[in-house]
């Protein structure tokens, strides 16, 4: 399910992150980023902690082994992470 809020509903700032992001990758902004955009201090600041936490944060296996444990789940599911 997808929410029509996620392209509507932000602050300015963030709508000129989504221009920058848009101008410089020459793709839409993923709905992930928007999502963790949306009310953030409702889900996206605090989800934002938990996915550093576990990309970035003390682990046994390498950042570039988390990140592509994470590019094949994302593909295996058929989604844009």
């Known amino acids: 399910m997808r929410l029509p809020a996620l392209d509507h509903n932000h602050t300015l700032p963030t709508k000129a992150l ?7 990758s020459k793709h839409p902004v993923p709905d992930v980023v928007k999502t963790l955009r949306y009310r953030p201090e409702f889900f996206g600041g605090h989800m934002s902690a ?4 576990v990309m970035r ?8 082994d988390r990140e592509l444990m994470a590019a094949y789940v994302s593909k295996t599911n058929e989604c844009e992470f």
Not at 18 to 24: A, H, K, L, P, T
Not at 50 to 53: D, G, N, T, Y
Not at 57 to 64: K, L, Q, R
Request: hydrophobic letters at 55%.
């Open 18 to 24: 989504f221009v920058m992001i848009r101008v410089m």
């Open 50 to 53: 938990v996915f550093q936490e």
């Open 57 to 64: 944060g003390t682990s046994e296996w390498s950042i570039g």
